[in-house]
């Protein structure tokens, strides 16, 4: 027996044994010793070791810096619009233009995804871009200051401002955003993670590795960094009813919303990619569910612990060193007023709010908190020991109850 099985058996052992057993005055009885190892084969299921089956990331702020991937992202939008012929705009103006129109359509907008906001804000850009060479063209050409133009000629002006952005130009400003978001990440990743990557699938060869993001950034796409050690993507914008929902809960006056719906897709993707790669290697249940562990890391108490912990996933938190990592997406809760925003946050007061209170409530779920990657792999495995000695011990016990 290797020392964790003998450390098992001791439990069981110390737990079996009556308690008289141990006074000095007494030895154990013979039928009691019996009793113990009889009792051996009953638990050799739970004497197995658990296993990491499922591990899943937050991307934002846990495998890279959000802040520095959206400003080269928002100068690439800069350039791409400038390739089309909208000049003079600065990189910040999507994001500028992404807050206007959340606060044009307040309903709306709760349950906008980021690329539903991110295309809007490109076509209004391109529309007032338009619209404000027009008026300047007619004013010109009448010899006359565009405050003079009559309202007529302003209302047209918008109107073909309006029909006039083809939306495939849209579409390619938004994928030069999105190429270069990809780009950015790559760039910026947290330089020990390839190690990190490395020594979990050393240590854990059969774990299925997937992100979960409630953005388009996809990490297998990243095909010089991430793309080798991750199985699959589930993003919040592929589904688009359970996203509606609930942001629209959590926009209520009660602000109570739940991510069962991703992580549940989540963890079906698992099962699907589970059973597929058991099919391909011609075996049959391979692994006892009971003994299957899921892992979540992530950066964000309501989206990331609350979400997948009431999935059944154990947690880990990201609250990162600042001086190391640069983690902002966080920070946003610390003050709430507009000016202390990150300056590639869109989120409305009310929003922040209310996830404000759902990070309270979350903290009682997280699992273990990380403030460096690099011992990610030792969370990993402390996490998973615990789960076995938390297992035995309850195994153990039950074992009493049955006796008595």
């Not at 871009?129 to 918008?158: K, M, P």
Request: glycine fraction near 4%.
């Amino acid at each position: 027996l290797n020392n964790k099985s003998l450390l098992h058996f001791s439990v069981f052992a110390l737990v079996l044994v009556p308690s008289h057993s141990f006074l000095p005055s007494k030895t154990v009885p013979f039928h009691t010793t019996t009793n113990i190892f009889q009792k051996t084969s009953c638990t050799e299921s739970i004497l197995q070791a658990k296993k990491l089956g499922l591990l899943t990331f937050d991307l934002d702020d846990t495998l890279y810096p959000i802040a520095p991937v959206v400003d080269e992202a928002n100068s690439a939008f800069a350039r791409a619009m400038n390739k089309y012929g909208y000049f003079d705009i600065l990189p910040s103006d999507i994001v500028e233009m992404g807050k206007q129109v959340r606060r044009e359509n307040p309903e709306f907008a709760v349950t906008m995804t980021h690329t539903e906001v991110r295309r809007m804000a490109i076509r209004r850009k391109m529309e007032d871009f338009v619209y404000q060479n027009n008026l300047r063209e007619v004013a010109r050409d009448w010899g006359t200051d565009v405050s003079s133009l009559t309202s007529t000629i302003v209302v047209n002006a918008r109107r073909w401002a309006e029909t006039s952005v083809s939306e495939s130009v849209v579409q390619a400003v938004l994928d030069a955003w999105e190429m270069e978001r990809h780009h950015a990440s790559e760039r910026h990743l947290y330089p020990e993670l390839i190690d990190v990557f490395q020594q979990i699938k050393e240590d854990h060869p059969d774990v299925i590795i997937g992100a979960v993001t409630d953005g388009k950034a996809n990490p297998l796409l990243m095909t010089f960094t991430l793309a080798q050690f991750f199985d699959f993507c589930q993003s919040w914008e592929d589904d688009q009813s359970g996203r509606s929902k609930f942001f629209k809960d959590l926009d209520s006056v009660e602000g109570n919303a739940d991510l069962n719906w991703i992580y549940d897709a989540a963890y079906d993707r698992y099962l699907d990619l589970r059973e597929a790669r058991e099919a391909n290697q011609m075996i049959t249940h391979a692994d006892d569910d009971d003994e299957i562990v899921w892992i979540h890391v992530g950066d964000d108490l309501a989206y990331d612990v609350s979400g997948s912990a009431s999935c059944g996933a154990k947690t880990i938190y990201c609250e990162l060193d600042e001086q190391r990592y640069g983690q902002t997406a966080r920070q946003r809760f610390d003050n709430l007023s507009s000016e202390s925003q990150p300056s590639w946050s869109t989120n409305t007061l009310k929003e922040l709010q209310n996830r404000k209170r759902m990070n309270t409530k979350a903290r009682n779920s997280v699992t273990k908190t990380l403030r460096y990657l690099s011992l990610l792999p030792d969370a990993l495995n402390d996490i998973l020991d615990e789960e076995e000695e938390a297992e035995i011990m309850m195994s153990a016990q039950r074992s009493v109850g049955v006796d008595a």
